[in-house]
């Protein structure tokens, strides 16, 4: 096993906000805005990476949630499968953080990185 990156643990806490945003959207916009400022002036490359594929997926939940409240009740499979998604992505960028791992996110980490590339 590799040599813990120095902010590994700015990583992780991008992907704990994850589990925050289903407890409530204010929460997860203050844990992950805490791993970016904590990261702003550091610029460290391990956890820029993880907290632009952190914001992606929060983007992503954010966007699902707000209009699945406009889709009929008999029509929630799609948005409930779409979070069920994000969710899994967010664990799996979680695991990628702890294994001292760059690891995209399937079909979707590259444009993470590129749309976010102003976290530094």
Do not use: C
């Amino acid at each position: 096993m590799s040599k813990n990156p120095p902010a590994k643990n700015l990583a992780i806490l991008a992907y704990a906000s994850a589990i925050f945003l289903y407890i409530h959207f204010i929460v997860f916009v203050a844990v992950f805005g805490i791993a970016v400022i904590l990261n702003y002036n550091k610029g460290n490359k391990f956890a820029s990476f993880h907290i632009r594929q952190m914001f992606g997926i929060g983007i992503i939940a954010v966007i699902i949630s707000v209009f699945s409240g406009a889709i009929p009740e008999d029509q929630l499979l799609l948005p409930l499968i779409i979070i069920t998604m994000m969710v899994l992505l967010a664990l799996l960028g979680l695991v990628s953080a702890l294994r001292n791992q760059q690891d995209l996110l399937p079909y979707i980490g590259k444009y993470f990185q590129e749309w976010f590339n102003f976290i530094k």
